[in-house]
């Protein structure tokens, strides 16, 4: 049997070219690629150094104009400073021996004569080798230009020979002098170019580049540099003075890089197969970074919607107490966002009045040796970004990272505004239940009281009556005095009975408004209404020494009322106001003022009116409520009631703090209104 060998040749053949060709198709690719980034390298480094020279060109620019100003400066203050011609030379030289570029001062007068010269001492005499007169040329033109502008101006660059065949490149600068605004003469300096690019404060590319000054046409003029330059990378700048323009050139000391250390065999392979090999390895690595990752972004995502769905405020705090991070529930509860509350140096939601407490306490809790915050956390006080101050229930714990180490605080935060408000809620209804019950026992005493009280003063009425009846007989042979006595005994014994048919009214009115039953109302004039409570408020107020000032619009207004109820309510303010004057008013300060107005043709003002201290806020907001007073004897229901009356009448009472009158307390105003009586009304 024989064996087709060219055929089997031709297969392997057929199998092995495919595999050859994507072999050289790899390698092709490796070169480009290699070639590619040798050719980018090279561009790359080209393209730095380039901008290197144009960073040290920028630099040494700024430099020289910078240092141009300096000089100016120095001639102008030089100019400044008063003194003879020794002093000017003194000056002169502390000048130069701070800007050694100046080879020459001179002081010249309006007509460019030169008046004093000093040279540098760090050089020969500039005008040694050739005299200053026949190098006057360009420093004349550039006084001339300097006298127009009244300005400094710089002249154009000129050639000056040294001794010894050499030569320097000098550019003089004139500033003309004035005194009292009048033009008194130039400073002229003369400005080495050579030494000015010497002298520039050392930079970090005087190392690597040759600093010069070039004519238009190339021609160099002077240079600077520890190294000379290759003229590969080379950067020119305009330096514009006042007057001229200098043409900088930086020309660095690199060549261009060297191809040969990059092309070599062993590195293209090698670079080739570590690429190779590196490329497998990152898809390999890249793969698994990509579960990796994908795991921990579901991980974060769960855990970001857990803290975005509570309720609760989240915070964490580093060692040193600042925020890094909280959740949306807490920014929601102070109001500030999530970057305000990080880079705020203090807690945002800290009250003013507070921080320094709360750093303090801050301080003591976050100390390394302190203990572990409770478990059962803490109550303190936060700050909305409104104003608002609420509490907050804080509940803190050591913050651990995967490594076990200590890295700050977790806290979580709870608002307690609601509970605190269901709280107030509760309290204040049950003080309303107590108040209800204090009423009702009130209620209960009044009924028993008036029940109790109306014999005796029924008796004390009948008395009164009968003893005005037995006097009221013609007495035999009475003399003058006694008559008179009988007529006293007669009034008082009238007032004794007036008060008592008085005291029973009253009593009967309370009896019938905590029983809530209808009051008898009458038609009664305000000026009527005033003078029956007159008489008791002149007895209060003989005892506190105060004065009473009556103001009552004519006509009087007429109001259909419960007599009793309102003289009592009158009363009870005009007993407030005198007991409010008797401690701190002075005698002469204590007026009690009684005004009736009549308002908006519907509403009669009744107010009564005291020069006390005034009343607090704080008092003012309890002021009306039941069993309230500040008054160790007081049963707090005066207010209460008048309120009571005054609001069963369909009118309203207030008060009002006075403005303070020369220094003294304004005191205060208590107001109600009661509907007035129409004309119609009255008539029918």
């Not at 590969?232 to 261009?256: C, K």
């Not at 390999?284 to 769905?309: H, I, K, P, Q």
């Not at 305000?340 to 040796?369: C, D, F, I, K, S």
Request: charged share 25%.
């Amino acid at each position: 049997m024989g064996v087709d060998v060219s055929r089997f040749s031709t297969d392997w053949t057929g199998r092995r070219l495919p595999r050859a060709l994507l072999w050289v198709a790899l390698v092709a690719l490796l070169l480009v690629a290699q070639t590619l980034l040798v050719v980018l390298s090279v561009s790359y480094e080209s393209a730095r150094a380039q901008e290197r020279a144009d960073e040290a060109a920028t630099q040494a620019v700024a430099e020289i104009r910078q240092r141009a100003q300096l000089v100016l400066q120095g001639l102008q203050a030089l100019h400044r400073r008063p003194g003879d011609t020794s002093q000017w030379q003194q000056e002169a030289a502390s000048l130069m021996r701070g800007f050694r570029e100046m080879a020459r001062i001179e002081r010249r007068d309006t007509s460019l004569r030169t008046l004093v010269a000093l040279d540098s001492p760090y050089r020969e005499p500039l005008f040694a080798r050739w005299p200053r007169a026949e190098m006057d040329l360009e420093t004349e033109l550039a006084c001339g230009a300097a006298r127009r502008s009244m300005s400094p101006v710089f002249s154009r660059s000129q050639f000056v020979p040294q001794p010894g065949g050499l030569g320097v490149e000098v550019v003089d600068v004139c500033v003309p002098l004035q005194d009292a605004g009048r033009h008194v003469g130039y400073a002229v300096a003369s400005i080495v170019l050579a030494t000015l690019l010497e002298e520039l404060r050392p930079l970090h590319f005087a190392r690597s580049h040759e600093l010069s000054f070039v004519e238009a046409d190339g021609t160099r003029l002077a240079r600077a540099g520890a190294v000379r330059g290759a003229g590969v990378y080379v950067t020119e700048r305009l330096v514009d003075l006042a007057g001229t323009s200098l043409q900088l050139r930086v020309d660095a000391a690199e060549r261009r890089p060297s191809l040969i250390p990059n092309l070599t065999t062993a590195l293209v392979l090698g670079l080739s197969l570590g690429l190779f090999v590196v490329v497998l390895l990152l898809v390999r690595d890249g793969r698994r970074r990509a579960r990796a990752e994908e795991a921990l972004a579901e991980a974060l995502a769960f855990r970001r919607a857990m803290e975005d769905s509570l309720i609760t405020g989240l915070r964490a705090r580093d060692r040193s107490g600042r925020i890094v991070y909280v959740n949306p529930a807490f920014c929601h509860m102070v109001g500030y966002t999530e970057q305000e509350l990080r880079e705020a140096p203090v807690p945002l939601y800290w009250p003013p009045e507070q921080v320094a407490t709360y750093q303090r306490r801050q301080a003591e809790r976050l100390a390394p040796g302190a203990n572990e915050p409770p478990r059962e956390g803490y109550e303190t006080e936060f700050m909305r970004k409104s104003g608002e101050r609420f509490p907050v229930m804080v509940y803190e714990a050591p913050l651990v990272d995967s490594h076990g180490l200590h890295t700050g605080w977790m806290g979580a935060v709870l608002d307690l505004s609601a509970q605190r408000k269901v709280e107030d809620l509760s309290r204040q209804q049950q003080e309303r239940l107590q108040a209800t019950a204090r009423l009702a026992s009130v209620g209960e005493m009044a009924s028993l009281l008036s029940h109790e009280l109306n014999q005796p003063l029924a008796a004390i009425a009948s008395y009164a009556t009968g003893s005005l009846n037995l006097l009221a007989e013609p007495a035999a042979a009475a003399t003058a005095q006694e008559a008179e006595l009988r007529t006293l005994l007669q009034q008082a014994l009238g007032r004794i009975a007036e008060q008592a048919d008085r005291a029973g009214r009253v009593i009967k009115s309370v009896h019938d408004f905590v029983r809530r039953r209808h009051q008898a109302h009458e038609v009664i004039a305000a000026d009527a209404l005033i003078e029956s409570v007159l008489p008791l408020v002149r007895l209060q107020a003989r005892k506190s020494g105060a004065r009473i000032e009556l103001d009552i619009a004519q006509p009087a207004p007429r109001v259909r009322i419960d007599r009793t109820m309102v003289e009592q309510v009158l009363l009870n303010l005009a007993r407030n106001g005198l007991q409010a004057m008797e401690r701190d008013t002075p005698l002469e300060r204590r007026v009690l003022t009684l005004r009736v107005q009549p308002v908006q043709g519907r509403w009669a003002a009744f107010s009564v009116g005291d020069a006390g201290p005034g009343i607090a806020d704080t008092v003012g907001q309890k002021l009306f409520t039941p069993f309230f007073t500040t008054r160790e004897e007081g049963m707090g229901l005066g207010l209460s009631l008048c309120r009571t009356v005054v609001e069963q009448h369909g009118g309203a009472i207030d008060f009002e703090n006075l403005p303070p009158d020369h220094g003294q307390a304004g005191g205060t105003v208590f107001r109600f209104t009661l509907p007035l009586v129409e004309p119609r009304a009255l008539a029918a």
